[in-house]
């Protein structure tokens, strides 16, 4: 009889029926498991939310408390903790009173200084720590009605470090003064009354300005870095450079009354609102009617009103239109009464670095402009900064050639005698045009 192979033959493993007795162990430790599992997970997520929410209902019920805890320097927090610095303030008009108040509430008042030109106190305040900017204005708001309160802009000046070299000096023949309608007749003006500048550091001891009738003054506060020398000698150099120098200016016998609010802050010359103001204010006490103003920035209520209340008196300010044609920058040339100047190139096509607006007045040379620096040299600068300088020498020419009651129509000519080069009219690249020196009738 043959034997059978014993192969191994594959079966399934044997089937627990549904009542199978381990089938319904293993159903009752599976629910157990899953309940145990989902309690712990529904605790778990109630200790999350209730972290949360405790120190956010704190700080709802209690703000103070909690503009506390970001300021406190001994916590543990990480950096992402760190409080957001103070924000600083501008406020005019702030009285006494109203100003303990709000140091009751947190604020800091720095620094306090009666201006004679709005004719009541400028202060510099600290907010709340941990306060916003809007927040801290609101409650400045709440707290003294008619004051009028801002941030305190900052206006940062440009470096030398962008003007190119200058090639031979151009003397009394440079093209951008031949655009102008310069002669070398202005070079023995003598007006009689100073141009404010208001702008950086100069260095006086540059050849260009040896014999200039320069006075200098400086109202940054104390403790704060001296400005940077670069951009204030180019100005000046432009206004009263000195004949047969390497950078002749426009009008070489003029006397400068120059104001520097500016400090050093890294590698940028900087100034703000609170300082502006105090430059203004040491300009009108002088008496001085013609001011130049190479800066632009953001708008600020306080600086409004300064420069406005300046021009009632029957002052003129000429402003730089700046490169940014935002509604947000380009301040204070935007201010109504103030002549904006915008740049052209030596071909009176605009300057790719100028703003345009319905508020440009007046275009200057702005491009490739032979400037004084630093340490006796001169370089080629551009920007709506060197074009102003044009625009406030016509200006000062126009009224030194008139009464003060004839003063409004003597600059009211220079928008005639503009060099018209856009649409007919003014327009808001060229303004009345391209600035022309006046005519000279005395001198």
């Known amino acids: 009889m043959k034997r059978q192979s014993q192969r191994s033959i594959p079966h399934d493993p044997p089937r627990m029926c549904s009542g199978h ?101 400028v202060r510099r305040v600290l907010g709340p720590p941990g306060s916003t900017t809007n927040a801290a204005l609101r409650e400045v708001r709440r707290v003294a009605p008619s004051a009028v309160a801002d941030r305190n802009s900052r206006y940062v000046r440009s470096t030398v470090g962008g003007y190119l070299p200058q090639g031979a000096p151009c003397g009394d023949s440079c093209p951008h003064f031949v655009l102008t309608g310069w002669t070398s007749k202005y070079s023995g003006c003598q007006l009689p009354a100073p141009i404010g500048v208001i702008d950086t550091g100069i260095d006086e001891s540059h050849p ?42 426009l009008l070489p016998r003029a006397r400068i009354l120059a104001v520097d609010p500016f400090h050093r802050s890294g590698n940028e010359d900087v100034t703000d609102a609170f300082d502006l103001v105090a430059a203004l204010d040491l300009l ?59 740049a052209v190139d030596s071909t009176m096509k605009p300057s790719r670095l100028s703003a345009r607006g319905a508020h440009i007045a007046y275009v200057g040379p702005g491009v490739g402009i032979p400037v004084a620096v630093p340490g006796g040299n001169s370089r080629l600068a551009a ?57 000279l009738s005395a001198c």
């Open 284 to 342: 009108a006490a002088r008496g001085v009617e013609v001011i130049n103003m190479s800066l632009s920035g953001p708008p600020n209520s306080v600086l409004e009103r300064g420069v406005q209340r300046l021009v009632r008196r029957g002052a003129t300010i000429v402003a730089a239109a700046g490169s940014s044609s935002s509604a947000s920058m380009g301040y204070p040339a935007r201010y109504p009464g103030l002549i904006a100047v915008a």
């Open 21 to 121: 007795p381990l089938r319904q162990v293993l159903r009752k430790v599976t629910y157990a498991m899953s309940q145990r599992l989902f309690i712990f997970a529904m605790l778990a997520m109630f200790a999350v939310l209730t972290s949360a929410a405790i120190p956010l209902l704190d700080s709802l019920q209690n703000p103070a408390l909690a503009d506390d805890d970001d300021d406190d320097d001994d916590d543990n927090d990480d950096d992402d903790d760190r409080p957001r610095p103070r924000v600083e303030l501008i406020i005019s008009g702030l009285s006494d009173a109203e100003a303990a108040a709000l140091q009751r509430r947190g604020f800091r008042v720095m620094q306090s200084a009666l201006s004679g030109l709005l004719e009541e106190p």
């Open 383 to 439: 920007g709506t900064s060197f074009a102003a300088p044009f625009v406030a020498a016509a200006v000062a020419v126009a009224r030194s050639q008139s009464d003060r009651d004839g003063k409004v129509a003597a600059i009211e000519g220079l928008q005639v005698s503009a060099r018209d080069l856009g649409a007919q009219g003014r327009d808001p690249i060229f303004g009345w045009g391209l600035i022309q020196m006046p005519e």
């Open 208 to 249: 260009a300005l040896s014999g200039a009738q320069i006075e200098s003054a400086t109202v940054r506060r104390s403790g704060r870095r001296p400005s940077g020398t670069g951009h204030g000698t180019a100005i000046v150099s432009l206004l009263v450079g000195q004949p047969r120098s390497s950078v002749a200016g």
